[in-house]
């Protein structure tokens, strides 16, 4: 008998014990991919009840893809993929500037630096909300309006404990001698920078790449307090008055969902190893 | 000498980006909205100091104690049920075997998808008449129609429905991660010794779980209160308030009623009550370690 697991289900042989898994992970698919599956399905059917959901598809059809552009749907997918173009690049970078500040120099007020992400980590961005939408509306000092930009969508994701902590808990790994190496052949700071620890942490790269990129698409708050005109708006919060569009049909809706849900989702499975890998790490850190 | 000195310089050249864009998008608003919670803010007028009274408004508003209450069930019962729901998942789908790795994969897809995307599928699965896709289920085993989302009695606990579905797969990777940790020898004991299942779980795998049972736990306490997308766009607070939450009601209050005074107020009050579950569980830990 072995014991690889607690339950010790695996050791189970025999019809009974295999027609038992079948149905209960079964079951399982079903609960917890069946409506992400009924949305696939309904978006490619032509669905009128606004009530009801197709999991069988009597015939398929990309009529729902043709009316969403008419309801610019198509231009919210952009704003979307603007946002989080540009917010994940500015997130990767500094975030991989501020790690490397962390792993590998030492300083005067690093404890702080370091409390001072951590307090951002443990702070609920919701509770927030509103006295940023005045700071985006007048930037202290700055005195610029960022209301209705990218750039208001943009910059408050911009910094991320979650990803500056993972980076420069990776980046500690790195052998220091490949470093004391690179200097001793007479590179300088950027050189080794660039040459010996960016390509070392790739695979860094891909779990704070992976996780930016769902947080960042997963923003609802944020754009919604910076995008008043229809014309800023992220897929996500257009979605609620795509809903109230008398003349849009469910139809329209659920292939804007579907659009909406897509990104991550396939960020999500192509990106699986590294996306378990943060979601542990980030678990324990906290 | 220069040459330190030159290495501290390129420290904070490389943190600047960082601690910037923190100072500007996270503290300067923390600041900002406890300065407010002092003000009647009016926009054009100038705002009036008027002390206590935003906090007094809001601790007296019976649709705000509605809120932090139904905030609280909310947060209270989504954590237990993904909590028990993510457990049982995980100990069914624990193995190395190959076909386990893709239940694992597709039981987790809840997790990353699109909040505002995911909430627009429930709302349509939750329709109350009786066509409605979790009505027809509950039809087949000849359950009555519920009215989910619109009544009072239920929306709530639909909006949890919904969050457990999320949730579960969430921390049902965590325990995987956990339960990948415990010593096989021990279980092998358990066996030389003629423990049952329920008891090696008992003795075993419930107590090896313990510290990652925390973090979730802790992970809860500050996600917990904030709730806000998946109520906003499932019911809005609605049937009759019956499931607004703390969020929905600041939201509402500052930018559809323009009272943003009351609103940093709420958000205050609401910073302070995750600090205070989160250093509650904290010290639950602290106590349970000992």
Same mark, same amino acid.
């Given at each position: 008998?072995?014991?690889?697991?607690?339950?010790?289900?695996?050791?189970?042989?025999?019809?009974?014990?295999?027609?038992?898994?079948?149905?209960?992970?079964?079951?399982?698919? /079903? +609960?917890?991919? !069946?409506? &992400?599956?009924? @949305?696939? =399905? %309904?978006? #490619?059917?032509?669905?009128?009840?606004?009530?009801?959901?197709?999991?069988?598809?009597?015939?398929?059809?990309?009529?729902?893809?043709?009316?969403?552009?008419?309801?610019?749907?198509?231009?919210?997918?952009?704003?979307?993929?603007? /946002? +989080?173009?540009? !917010?994940? &690049?500015?997130? @990767?970078? =500094? %975030?991989? #500037?501020?790690?490397?500040?962390?792993?590998?120099?030492?300083?005067?007020?690093?404890?702080?630096?370091?409390?001072?992400?951590?307090?951002?980590?443990?702070?609920?961005?919701?509770?927030?909300?509103?006295?940023?939408?005045?700071?985006?509306?007048?930037?202290?000092? &700055?005195?610029?309006?960022?209301?209705?930009?990218?750039?208001?969508?943009?910059?408050?994701?911009?910094?991320?404990?979650?990803?500056?902590?993972?980076?420069?808990?990776?980046?500690?790994?790195?052998?220091?001698?490949?470093?004391?190496?690179?200097?001793?052949?007479?590179?300088?700071?950027?050189?080794?920078?660039?040459?010996?620890?960016?390509?070392?942490?790739?695979?860094?790269?891909?779990?704070?790449?992976?996780?930016?990129?769902?947080?960042?698409?997963?923003?609802?708050?944020?754009?919604?307090?910076?995008?008043?005109?229809?014309?800023?708006?992220?897929?996500?919060?257009?979605?609620?008055?795509?809903?109230?569009?008398?003349?849009?049909?469910?139809?329209?809706?659920?292939?804007?969902?579907?659009?909406?849900?897509?990104?991550?989702?396939?960020?999500?499975?192509?990106?699986?190893?590294?996306?378990?890998?943060?979601?542990?790490?980030?678990?324990?850190?906290? | 000498?220069?040459?330190?000195?030159?290495?501290?310089?390129?420290?904070?050249?490389?943190?600047?980006?960082?601690?910037?864009?923190?100072?500007?998008?996270?503290?300067?608003?923390?600041?900002?909205?406890?300065?407010?919670?002092?003000?009647?803010?009016?926009?054009?007028?100038?705002?009036?100091?008027?002390?206590?009274?935003?906090?007094?408004?809001?601790?007296?508003?019976?649709?705000?104690?509605?809120?932090?209450?139904?905030?609280?069930?909310?947060?209270?019962?989504?954590?237990?049920?993904?909590?028990?729901?993510?457990?049982?998942?995980?100990?069914?789908?624990?193995?190395?075997?190959?076909?386990?790795?893709?239940?694992?994969?597709?039981?987790?897809?809840?997790?990353?998808?699109?909040?505002?995307?995911?909430?627009?599928?429930?709302?349509?699965?939750?329709?109350?008449?009786?066509?409605?896709?979790?009505?027809?289920?509950?039809?087949?085993?000849?359950?009555?129609?519920?009215?989910?989302?619109?009544?009072?009695?239920?929306?709530?606990?639909?909006?949890?429905?919904?969050?457990?579905?999320?949730?579960?797969?969430?921390?049902?990777?965590?325990?995987?991660?956990?339960?990948?940790?415990?010593?096989?020898?021990?279980?092998?004991?358990?066996?030389?010794?003629?423990?049952?299942?329920?008891?090696?779980?008992?003795?075993?795998?419930?107590?090896?779980?313990?510290?990652?049972?925390?973090?979730?736990?802790?992970?809860?306490?500050?996600?917990?209160?904030?709730?806000?997308?998946?109520?906003?766009?499932?019911?809005?607070?609605?049937?009759?308030?019956?499931?607004?939450?703390?969020?929905?009601?600041?939201?509402?209050?500052?930018?559809?009623?323009?009272?943003?005074?009351?609103?940093?107020?709420?958000?205050?009050?609401?910073?302070?009550?995750?600090?205070?579950?989160?250093?509650?569980?904290?010290?639950?830990?602290?106590?349970?370690?000992?």
């Amino acid at each position: 008998m072995r014991f690889d697991t607690a339950l010790g289900l695996e050791a189970r042989k025999g019809p009974l014990a295999t027609l038992g898994k079948i149905v209960m992970y079964g079951a399982m698919l /079903v +609960v917890f991919t !069946g409506p &992400l599956f009924g @949305l696939l =399905v %309904s978006a #490619f059917s032509p669905t009128l009840d606004p009530t009801a959901f197709t999991l069988w598809p009597d015939e398929l059809t990309l009529e729902n893809f043709a009316q969403a552009g008419e309801k610019n749907v198509y231009l919210y997918l952009l704003n979307s993929f603007v /946002v +989080v173009g540009f !917010g994940l &690049l500015l997130q @990767l970078v =500094v %975030s991989v #500037f501020a790690a490397y500040a962390l792993a590998r120099k030492k300083f005067r007020g690093m404890t702080f630096v370091l409390l001072i992400m951590l307090t951002t980590m443990m702070l609920p961005e919701e509770i927030i909300a509103i006295p940023l939408s005045l700071v985006l509306a007048d930037l202290p000092l &700055l005195h610029v309006n960022l209301i209705d930009t990218y750039l208001g969508m943009i910059l408050p994701v911009g910094a991320w404990g979650f990803s500056i902590l993972v980076m420069t808990e990776f980046m500690k790994e790195v052998p220091i001698e490949l470093e004391e190496a690179a200097r001793i052949d007479g590179a300088g700071e950027l050189r080794t920078f660039f040459t010996i620890i960016l390509p070392l942490c790739r695979p860094a790269l891909g779990v704070i790449g992976v996780f930016g990129f769902t947080m960042i698409w997963d923003q609802y708050l944020l754009p919604l307090i910076v995008a008043n005109e229809s014309d800023h708006w992220t897929l996500p919060i257009a979605l609620r008055s795509l809903r109230s569009d008398e003349e849009a049909g469910i139809g329209v809706l659920l292939a804007a969902s579907l659009l909406a849900l897509l990104p991550s989702v396939i960020a999500f499975l192509a990106f699986q190893r590294q996306f378990m890998r943060g979601l542990t790490s980030g678990a324990v850190k906290g | 000498m220069t040459h330190s000195r030159r290495g501290t310089a390129v420290v904070w050249l490389l943190l600047a980006p960082a601690l910037l864009l923190f100072l500007y998008f996270k503290f300067i608003p923390m600041g900002l909205g406890l300065w407010k919670s002092f003000f009647k803010v009016q926009p054009f007028l100038g705002d009036e100091w008027v002390g206590l009274d935003n906090y007094r408004a809001i601790m007296a508003d019976d649709a705000f104690v509605g809120a932090v209450w139904h905030s609280l069930l909310l947060a209270v019962g989504t954590t237990a049920g993904s909590l028990a729901l993510g457990l049982g998942l995980a100990l069914l789908i624990e193995g190395p075997a190959r076909y386990l790795w893709f239940v694992r994969a597709a039981v987790f897809l809840p997790v990353v998808t699109t909040m505002a995307a995911v909430a627009e599928v429930w709302r349509i699965m939750y329709h109350p008449a009786d066509t409605g896709l979790l009505n027809t289920i509950l039809g087949w085993i000849a359950i009555d129609p519920q009215p989910f989302l619109a009544s009072e009695h239920s929306s709530l606990w639909s909006i949890m429905g919904m969050n457990v579905w999320r949730g579960a797969p969430y921390d049902m990777m965590i325990i995987l991660a956990g339960l990948v940790g415990i010593d096989r020898t021990l279980y092998e004991a358990a066996a030389v010794d003629g423990a049952t299942t329920w008891r090696r779980l008992r003795h075993i795998t419930l107590p090896a779980l313990r510290p990652v049972f925390w973090i979730l736990f802790t992970l809860a306490a500050i996600r917990g209160l904030r709730v806000f997308v998946e109520v906003y766009v499932l019911t809005n607070g609605g049937p009759n308030g019956s499931s607004e939450v703390i969020m929905t009601l600041i939201y509402k209050l500052g930018f559809q009623r323009g009272e943003l005074g009351v609103a940093s107020a709420g958000g205050v009050v609401l910073f302070a009550a995750t600090l205070v579950l989160t250093v509650a569980v904290q010290l639950m830990r602290r106590r349970q370690a000992r």
